[in-house]
């Protein structure tokens, strides 16, 4: 297997029209909501003008974070499957297959039980994903080697396990619990400005660590002997990504639930349009998923305004149907 690799201007060609596509979604998404605002507003605000302190409001503290939210997310999510797919050369790898989202969400749903603080939600979601990733690489170290096999089955044995205590929990603790449901299918409603200080350097970092090695991704997705033969140190290599990976997916959770099908989904349509090349494959994933999740979210904020649909709802109805059409137009991917 050889992997076609492509050229600067296709890439380049490539990179900006979903960039341009990126920027017409995200003003769409300032105008429109329970409160239309005029585009003439959103420029004024750009050119430092006067504008209604209503809109200003609704423009820079609702609907912008929640807009750069989705963007990173989106992006986080997609950039993770393309690597755990790359790593584990299985076109059904994706961020949730290690339990870190089970070990988030477990966190979530103790804090709500017991009546935490708002703030104090997220951060013991993120505590209980970490403790998920030490639990899950701990048990990878087999002889001295980094087994992919033995962390892939206890992530789905942790996974499995946690999922059961959540819904134990749950059903015990009922009536404190209800919360949880949103966490359980996700949503991007309580993004502030705090959350993106934390979320989008994580994710900035960790798709700069990735790009960089695009090659080795390559290389490892064909033939590990062969990237051990030009130099590149597997071992490390892989144990260092699945944990980028995995930081990645365990932020997402602990600060918006679990959103599904994105890092399935988005790698596999890129991968099949686009080619398998790293060097296009991990940009043009993290834009598409961007898009994808932003244009998701819009809708389930707007299509029953002032309801608003949870998120990972859409992105599980909308994406299963894709994935499906994917594997029967590409059986072999």
Not at 3 to 31: A, D, E, H, P, R
Not at 205 to 211: E, G, S, V
Request: no cysteine; charged share 10%; net charge positive.
């Amino acid at each position: 297997m050889k992997i076609q690799q492509t050229s600067f201007k296709k890439t380049l060609s490539i990179i900006l029209s979903l960039s341009i596509v990126l920027l017409l979604i995200s003003l769409i998404s300032l105008t429109i909501g329970a409160v239309n605002i005029p585009l003439q507003n959103i420029a004024n605000l750009l050119l430092n003008k006067e504008i209604e302190e209503n809109y200003r409001i609704i423009i820079l503290q609702l609907r912008l974070p929640r807009i750069l939210m989705a963007i990173f997310v989106g992006g986080g999510l997609s950039i993770s499957g393309v690597v755990l797919q790359a790593l584990l050369r299985n076109p059904l790898a994706e961020p949730y297959i290690l339990g870190i989202s089970s070990g988030g969400t477990l966190g979530a749903v103790i804090a709500l039980s017991f009546g935490f603080t708002l703030m104090s939600i997220p951060l013991l979601a993120l505590l209980g994903a970490v403790l998920v990733i030490l639990v899950v690489f701990l048990s990878a170290e087999y002889q001295g080697k980094f087994d992919s096999n033995r962390l892939l089955l206890t992530g789905i044995m942790i996974g499995a396990f946690l999922n059961s205590l959540i819904l134990l929990i749950m059903v015990i603790k009922h009536r404190e619990t209800k919360e949880a449901f949103l966490w359980l299918i996700g949503n991007l409603s309580s993004t502030n400005t705090q959350t993106l200080y934390i979320v989008i350097p994580i994710v900035i970092l960790a798709f700069i660590f990735i790009y960089y090695k695009a090659k080795s991704y390559n290389l490892i997705s064909i033939d590990e002997e062969i990237a051990i033969s030009l130099g590149t140190e597997v071992e490390k290599f892989k144990k260092f990504s699945y944990l980028i990976a995995s930081i990645i997916t365990a932020v997402t959770v602990s600060f918006n639930g679990i959103i599904g099908f994105v890092g399935l989904v988005i790698p596999h349509l890129v991968r099949i349009t686009l080619g398998a090349d790293h060097k296009i494959l991990i940009p043009a994933s993290f834009l598409l998923g961007s898009i994808y999740l932003l244009t998701i979210d819009t809708i389930a904020r707007t299509i029953i305004a002032p309801i608003e649909i949870p998120i990972g709802a859409l992105t599980a109805i909308i994406g299963a149907p894709i994935f499906l059409v994917l594997l029967l137009r590409k059986p072999k991917l």
